[in-house]
């Protein structure tokens, strides 16, 4: 049975794929991609993994996990050099699987593209600059003449999905290159101090909220960017989108509960897929309360995780924070927690 990408495994490596792709062919050195595009039984790697071979024989990423790299970075330095794409396919009832090591009762079918050849550079320089604004589209490219384009506004439900696949023609594949996921924490408390990481692991991009300077300081979160505006004027000012967490840690409703009015209040096309705020039972009751005063409805209170994080028993501040990671994986994958 032929098997789409499953969401953990498509946008984050894609969009990592092709920036350094790109920087790889400006700086002359060369670069072709190699996609998987359709998998069969137990492949190692999903649909719409990726590997980037340089002229120079360097390589990020992977497609199999190691079992068919070495073949698959040979054939990439020969499309480097006449500049034509090439369709493999391995499985193990091919010679050349066993010979590079997939045994394990899969078949994968890979395409790789050189940059500046079948795939043009100033297409790939497009769909980065697409990431860097945190727009969604598609690569869709024909696997027989190796001719792609991005579409914008198409392949919904793969976009919604997060699932890059070839289409029912069995010609055309569809690269789906959401925005990084991206986590907003308003509060640079404990619990925050052990989220951040974890989400980064994850493959969330995060930022701390917090106007107290003694909370949000870089030595409390190295690496993170930290903003010290009022919470609701931080969030308007990042901008939220369906593929954006917000959690709210800080336990002060000053803190908490502009952020929350920010979120609630934004349109449909820019609502976070997540929503968490710490607190008792008793705590998000008055929340609730608060909210509905202020003119939310009753549904678009339900919309905030309060108490936030599933119900594992969790105790301190790193369990807390692998309950909420793990409620949120649970929305953003399954649509429910």
């Not at 054939?75 to 699987?97: I, N, P, T, Y």
């Not at 986590?183 to 969330?204: E, F, K, N, S």
């Not at 905030?304 to 969790?314: E, F, K, Q, R, S």
Request: aromatic share 4%; net charge negative.
């Amino acid at each position: 049975m032929t098997q789409d990408a499953h969401p953990a495994d498509t946008a984050e490596l894609l969009d990592s794929a092709a920036k350094t792709a790109l920087r790889w062919h400006r700086a002359g050195q060369g670069a072709a991609l190699a996609t998987v595009v359709q998998t069969w039984g137990s492949a190692p790697r999903r649909v719409g993994s990726q590997l980037v071979v340089s002229g120079d024989g360097r390589i990020e990423g992977s497609v199999s996990g190691g079992c068919v790299e070495g073949a698959v970075i040979f054939e990439a330095q020969d499309a480097l050099r006449d500049g034509k794409h090439r369709v493999l396919e391995f499985g193990v009832s091919d010679g050349d699987a066993f010979a590079v090591g997939l045994a394990c009762g899969g078949t994968i079918r890979i395409l790789v593209e050189p940059i500046g050849g079948t795939l043009p550079a100033d297409l790939l320089e497009e769909l980065v600059a697409a990431q860097d604004s945190r727009l969604a589209l598609a690569y869709e490219v024909n696997l027989n003449t190796g001719v792609g384009r991005l579409v914008r506004d198409g392949y919904s439900d793969r976009l919604r999905l997060d699932r890059s696949g070839v289409e029912e023609d069995g010609e055309t594949f569809v690269a789906v290159h959401n925005p990084p996921l991206r986590l907003v924490v308003v509060g640079a408390v404990h619990i925050a101090q052990a989220l951040v990481p974890m989400a980064q692991i994850a493959g969330y991009d995060p930022v701390v909220i917090d106007p107290r300077s003694a909370f949000a300081s870089a030595e409390r979160f190295p690496g993170v960017t930290l903003l010290d505006d009022w919470p609701d004027e931080a969030v308007a000012a990042l901008g939220l989108d369906a593929r954006t967490a917000l959690v709210l840690l800080t336990h002060d409703p000053k803190l908490d509960d502009p952020a929350l009015e920010a979120a609630l209040a934004a349109a449909q096309d820019e609502a976070c897929f997540y929503i968490g705020a710490l607190g008792s039972k008793r705590t998000h009751a008055k929340r609730v309360e608060r909210l509905q005063a202020a003119g939310f409805s009753a549904a678009e209170v339900a919309r905030i995780h309060g108490p936030v994080g599933l119900d594992i028993g969790a105790a301190g501040p790193a369990e807390i924070a692998v309950a909420i990671l793990a409620e949120m994986t649970t929305v953003l994958r399954k649509g429910v927690a």
